[in-house]
């Protein structure tokens, strides 16, 4: 399996956005990445919770 090409705490992008690697580990073959989403403006009633956390392999990626 080849050498994973993002790193933990590193910004990538992705269609539909940009985001931060949270961890990775091997899927299929292939590096599946954790990616927490960049927040937009904070709603008037605050934050309620977690930023978006979503899994996407490496191709998906763009440094």
């Given at each position: 399996m080849a050498i994973p090409k993002f790193c933990k705490h590193q910004?990538?992008?992705f269609?539909?956005?940009t985001g931060t690697?949270?961890?990775r580990r091997a899927s299929a073959g292939?590096?599946?990445y954790t990616i927490e989403m960049a927040q937009g403006p904070?709603?008037?009633m605050g934050g309620?919770?977690?930023e978006t956390i979503?899994?996407?392999y490496?191709?998906?990626l763009q440094s």
């Open positions: 910004i990538v992008h269609i539909g956005g690697i949270k961890g292939a590096w599946l904070e709603p008037e309620i919770g977690s979503i899994l996407l490496e191709a998906d």
